[in-house]
C-alpha cells in the first residue's frame, strides 16, 4: 500500500461539519484522566470546541464518573502507581456503563511501568487508541524507537502494525503524526494537515485524544468520531499557524480558532 | 423577592477601588490548595492583580503556612483522599490562626466523596463559601441539577438557598453565574457584568474563590471583600471580551486587563 | 566587591548563540521533576528553546529515566512526601549514571518539610543549584528573608553565601534577580537584562531551572551552561516586555520570542 492509496478525510467535509455541530449542541460531558503537564490545556480544548470536560481522578470517584459521562479518556503521560489504580477502575467502570473511552499510551515502550499499565487497560477494551507512530508501535509489541514522549518513526511507517493492533484489540488505532492515520484494521482514513507547532506546543496530542472523547460522546462510530476530531485539529492548526508568530502565539490562536470553527 | 430589588455593586465604585489598590500595595500571601487544571492560571490570576500565591500542598506543610498566610483557598476540583487529609489540616490550621478562608465546592452534588469531605470542611468555618448555583444548592442540602463543574440552574434561583447557607454556615456565600450574588444571609449584593467566555476558559470561577482569599487579606469584611473580588473579574472580563477573538486570546487579554485595572 | 567589577554576559556573546544552537540541534532529552503550577509553561518553555521536556514522576520510572536524559531539574515547589520519595531516587539515579542534574530549592526556608528534603538532596551532588536571593541563602544556612516564592533579599546581597554555597557543595549556584549572578565559589558571572513581569508570571524562575538542565545536555561546562540559559531567558524578557501590555501578552510573547531566538 502506498500513502496515496489511503482515502483522505479533511474539513469541511460534511460529516466532519455534522459531528463537530452535535459537539456544540450536546456539550458531552467527557471524562479525563490525563497527565499533569497539559490538564489546563486540554480542558482548554474541549470548552473551545464545545464539549465539557471534568479531570475526575480520585479512586473513590473515578467509577461513579466514568458511568454517567458520555466519553472518557485515559491517558499515562505522568502516570503513578496511585494514578495506576485510578485509572484501572475507571477502564472497568467506563467498560460495564459501555461508556466509550480513548487510551492515549504516552511514552510506552520508552519505561517499563506505563508500558504494563498501558498493557493491562487494553484488557478493557478501550473504543479508540490514540497515540504517536513510536507510541503505537510499542503497544503493538515492536520495539520503538520512541524517546520520551516525541516519536522517532513516521506515522505511515506505523500503518501495518497500527493496523494489526486495531484487529488484535478491536479498537479503532489512530496514529498522530504529519498525516493522521486512522485504522480499524480493515477500513484505514489519512487525515493530512497541521503544522510543526502542534509539536512544539505540549499537550496538544493529547488534547486531541480527549476531543476523540469527547466526539464519541455524539458520534457512536468511533473512526469516524476519531476522524473528525483529528480534520478539526489539522483545520484549527493549519489556520492558526498561519496567523502565529511562534509556539506561544500558536497555542492561542488555536484556542481561537477551535471557538469559532463552523460557527 | 425580584431580582430587580438587590442592590449592584461594580467597578469603579470607590471601595472596590480602594481594595484592590490594598491587594496591590500589600501583596497578600494567599495560601492556595486547588485543583491540578487551574493551578497555573491561578497563580497568574493572583500575580496580575498583586496578590502573592503559593500553593503548598504537602500534609508536613500546609498548617505552617495556613498560619502565616493573610487568606487561604480551598478548593475540592480534582480531590483525592491525599488533598482531603491536607485540605483537612490545613483548614483546621486556619480556623486556629483566624486566617480567612475560602471553600470551593466544585462538582459537590455530582459525585459523593467530595460532597462529603466539602461538608465535613465546613466544620472548620470557611469565612466565605463560593461555586456557581448547582454546588451552593447541593452544599445547601437541596438536590442539584449539576452536571459536572457546569451549572444547570441559575445564580438567582439559588440566593433562597445560598442565604439560608450562609446563615446555617455563618460563612459569606458567593454564588457565581451572569449575575454574581454574593450573601451574608442578611444582606444580599449582586455583581452583574462579565462574559460568557468565562465560562468557556477553565478555571476562572476557581480563580475568583482564589482571588476572594487574596482580598480577605486585605479586607476583613467578607461580603465587600467577595464583593470587590467579583466586581474586579466582572470588569476585566468585560473589558476583555471586547479585545477577543476566542477563549484563547479572551484569556490572555483578561490577564492584561487584571494587570492594568486601576494602574 | 562591588556589582560593577563582575564582568556580565548577554546575548549575542557568540558562546551563548552557539549553545542554544547546540540545544536547538540536538533537542536534548530533559527529565523534569518540578511542580504541578508550572509542568505546562515549563513544557512550553523548552519546546520553545528546542529542548525535549519529559515529566516523568513516578517511583518505578524516574531512576529509569534519570539515566537516559541528557539532563534533569528538580523543583521542589509543590512537594509532597510520594514526590520526596521519587526526587531522591532520581537523584540517586542521576549521580550514578552522571545524568547533570539542577537543585531548584523553592520556598526553602520559608518551610521546614522541603529544607530538609532540599539539603538531603544536595548530598546527591547537583550539578547546579538555582533559587531567588532567599532561597539561595536559606539553603546556604542563612536565615532567609523568604516570603513563599517571592524574595526579599537582592541577588546581589546573595553573592557571598552563594559563593560560599558553591565551594561547600561543588555545584554552580545561579541566584536569580533583577541580575541574575551565577557562580562556581571562583568566578562569578553577571547576566542583567529580563523585565520585572517576569516575576508576575508563574513559574518564569522555575522554567529557567529547567531550561538550564536542557543545556547541559549539550554543554558540559555548569557555569557556561547556566549562564547561557540565564542570557537566553533575559533577551526574551527583555524583547517580549516591549511587545506586551500585560502578563498575559507577556507570557504569550516571551514563548514567541524563545521560538525565533538565534534563529
Redesign the interface.
Known sequence: MSASDIPQKTWPSPEIVSDLAEVRKH?P?THVLT???????T??VL??AGA??????????VS??AAIASGMLINV??????DAKSMKSAAIAAQKARTPWVLDPV?VGA????TEVAKELLQYKPTIIRGNASEILALAGAVGGG????STASSFDALPLAQELATRSEAVVAVSGEVDYITDGKETIAVPGGHIFMT????VGCSLGALIASFLGVQKDPLRAAVSASAVFAIAGSRAAEK??????F??????????LGI
Open positions: 456539550a460531558l497527565n499533569i503537564v497539559v490538564t489546563n490545556w480542558a482548554n470548552l473551545a465539557s470536560p471534568a479531570m475526575v481522578i480520585a479512586e473513590e470517584e461513579e464518573f503521560g505522568t502516570i503513578t502507581s496511585f511514552a519505561l517499563k511501568f506505563r524517546k520520551g514522549v516525541d512544539k506546543v505540549t499537550g502565529s508568530s511562534g509556539t506561544g502565539s497555542a492561542v490562536t488555536f484556542l481561537d480558532e477551535l471557538t469559532n
